[in-house]
C-alpha cells in the first residue's frame, strides 16, 4: 500500500522535499503539492529580476514540469487539522476542498513583518514575490518616464524618490541593484540630472546586512553612500500616508513609492493548525525535522522545515535556531525527503546539522559583498561568486541555462530598460477604443 504524502508549499522546501523523496521512495508514496502559485521562486534572483538583468519567467520554476508523477494542486491553504489528517484548500474559483493524509510537509514559508505604520498598508509593497519584481522595476521605469515630461519641480522630485524600509540582505540588494538600473535608465533622458533620482534607505538598526558582520556592512555602507544613495540608520519610518513620508528623525518628505523589505514571520496560516508552535509563531520541529511538542514529543506523521518551522541549530549549539534562510531551507529539505523515506522504509532518521557557509549580495552590475567561510569578497569579485554561486543553486539545468543566455545577451546589448508600465491596465487601449 501506498503512503499519502501531502506537502503544503511548493518554495524551496516543497520543491526539494518531493524531488528527494520521489528518488528516495518513489514506488512507496503518493505525492500531492499545494501551492497557491503553479511555480516555485528562486528569490536570491529577483533583485536582478527587477534590475533587468535577467528576465523574471527564469527565477521561477514550473512545478509541474519538475515534479512529473507527483500530483499539483493550485490553491490556498486555509486549515490544517492533523488530529483527522485533513487539510482545507480553497481554489482560486471559491472552491474549498478537504485533502486527506497520512504524512504532512509544512512548507508554507514566511510572510514579510509588517507594522501597523499609518499608510504603508495602502501604498508600500513587498519584495518577495517575482509579480512585486517586476512590478517594482515597472514603476521605477515608469516613473522616470513620466519625470521626464513633466516642468513641475516638486512632482518630479516625488516621482523620483523610492523608498525601501529594511537593510538585510534582501533588502540591500534590492535598493542597491534597483538604483544601478535607475541611473542606468537616466542616460536616456537629458531632460533629467542625476541628482534628480533619490533612493532612500531606511534602517532601524545602527547598521546595515548585519549577516556579514560589521566589516562587510561597514564596507558596503560606505560604497552605497559614495554612489549617492541615503541611507537612515536607526531611523523608523513613522508614516506614509498619502505618499507623505515621515522618519523618526523628524525628516518629512514626498514619495509615491515605499518598498517594505524590513524582515519576515512565519507563515500565519500556521495558526489555523492543531501543531505545536513555538514562541514567534513557527511550527515546533526537532533537529531530525519532524514536528514536536514543547517537550520534544514527536508528532507523528507531520515533518517541518524551512521560513515557518522552528528547526535547532546544531552547528551554533544549545537554544540557537536556524535562521531563514535559502541555505538551510534546501539542506532541510533533501534530509527531510530522505528522513521521510527511512522512516516508511522502517530506517533511522538523522539530525539536521549545517555550518552556514555565509552571504553573496550583488550591488548591482559587477558590484558585490561577499562573506563565505571567513574569506571576504568586494566588488566584481564579490559580484562574480554572486552569479556562479546561484547560477549553481538554482533548480534544473533548463533554468541555470536560460539564466546565462540573459546574462550573455545582456553583456552584448546591456540590459533592456524598457517600461512596461502599462501591463499592469492591459484593458485600458481596448477601453478608450471602445469608448470612443
Ligand atoms: C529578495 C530575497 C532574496 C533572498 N536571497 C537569499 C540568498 O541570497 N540566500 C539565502 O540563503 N536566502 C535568501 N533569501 C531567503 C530565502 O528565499 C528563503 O529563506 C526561502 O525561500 C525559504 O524557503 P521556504 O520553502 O521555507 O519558503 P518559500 O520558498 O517562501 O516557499 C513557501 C511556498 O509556500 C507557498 N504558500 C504560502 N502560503 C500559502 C498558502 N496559504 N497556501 C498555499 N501555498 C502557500 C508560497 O507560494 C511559496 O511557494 C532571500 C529572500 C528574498 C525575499
Known amino acids: ?56 519567467r527564469h527565477v521561477v520554476v514550473p512545478l ?11 490553491g490556498k491553504v486555509t486549515a490544517l487539522t492533523h488530529a483527522d489528517r485533513q487539510a482545507r484548500v480553497e481554489t482560486d474559483f471559491g472552491d474549498t476542498l478537504d485533502l486527506d493524509y497520512d504524512e504532512v510537509v509544512i512548507a508554507l514559508g514566511a510572510v514579510p513583518r509588517t507594522l501597523p505604520i499609518p499608510g504603508l498598508a495602502e501604498i508600500g509593497v513587498g519584495f518577495k514575490w517575482v509579480e512585486e519584481a517586476i512590478s517594482l522595476r515597472n514603476t521605477i521605469l515608469g516613473r522616470i518616464a513620466r519625470a521626464a515630461s513633466t516642468e513641475d519641480p516638486h512632482m518630479r522630485r516625488r516621482l523620483l524618490t523610492f523608498v525601501f524600509v529594511g537593510g538585510g540582505f534582501a533588502g540591500i540588494e534590492a535598493f542597491a541593484e534597483t538604483e544601478d538600473m535607475a541611473r542606468a535608465a537616466l542616460r536616456h533622458y537629458p531632460e533629467l540630472q542625476p541628482a534628480d533620482l533619490r533612493f532612500v534607505m531606511v534602517e532601524a538598526m545602527t547598521r546595515i546586512l548585519p549577516e556579514m558582520g560589521e ?16 541611507i537612515y540608520l536607526a531611523t523608523r519610518l513613522e508614516s506614509c500616508e498619502g505618499g507623505r513620508i ?40 526537532l533537529p531530525t525535522l519532524q514536528v514536536a511538542t514543547e517537550d520534544g514529543e514527536v508528532v507523528p506523521g507531520a515533518w517541518a522545515a524551512g521560513d515557518n518551522a522552528q528547526v535547532p541549530d546544531l552547528a551554533k549549539g544549545e537554544g540557537a535556531w536556524c535562521a531563514p534562510s535559502a541555505q538551510h531551507a534546501v539542506r532541510q529539505a533533501r534530509l527531510l525527503g530522505a528522513n521521510l523515506a527511512a522512516h516508511l522504509g522502517g530506517r533511522e532518521v538523522k539530525e539536521y546539522r549545517h555550518q552556514h557557509l555565509g552571504t553573496v549580495a550583488s550591488l548591482g552590475l559587477n558590484k558585490g559583498v561577499a562573506q563565505i567561510m571567513g574569506v571576504k569578497l568586494r566588488g566584481w569579485p564579490a559580484w562574480f561568486m554572486h552569479r556562479t554561486y546561484h547560477m549553481a543553486q538554482i533548480p534544473s539545468f533548463n533554468r541555470k541555462a536560460r539564466v546565462v543566455m540573459d546574462w550573455t545577451t545582456a553583456l552584448f546589448f546591456r540590459r533592456d530598460l524598457v517600461s512596461m508600465g502599462r501591463i499592469h491596465e492591459p484593458r485600458r487601449a481596448f477601453k478608450e477604443a471602445a469608448d470612443s
Not at 68 to 74: A, D, E, L, M, P
Not at 215 to 230: A, D, I, Q
Not at 254 to 282: E, F, I, Q, S, Y
Open 1 to 56: 500500500m501506498t503512503t499519502r504524502v501531502l506537502i503544503l508549499g511548493g518554495g524551496y522546501v516543497g520543491l526539494y522535499t518531493a524531488l528527494t523523496l520521489k528518488k528516495k521512495a518513489g514506488n512507496q508514496v503518493d505525492i500531492t503539492i499545494v501551492d497557491r502559485r503553479p511555480y516555485m521562486t528562486y528569490q536570491p534572483f529577483l533583485p536582478e529580476a527587477a534590475a533587468g538583468s535577467i528576465e523574471p
Open 64 to 74: 509541474r514540469r519538475e515534479l512529473k508523477g507527483v500530483r499539483v494542486i493550485q
Open 215 to 230: 566589516e562587510m556592512g561597514g564596507y558596503t555602507l560606505e560604497v552605497l553612500r559614495k554612489r549617492g544613495m541615503e
Open 246 to 285: 515621515k522618519l523618526s528623525d523628524g525628516q518629512e518628505f514626498d514619495a509615491d513609492t515605499v518598498v517594505w523589505t524590513a524582515g519576515v514571520k512565519p507563515n500565519p496560516v500556521l495558526a489555523d493548525t492543531d501543531l505545536p508552535k513555538g514562541p514567534r509563531g513557527h511550527v515546533n520541529a
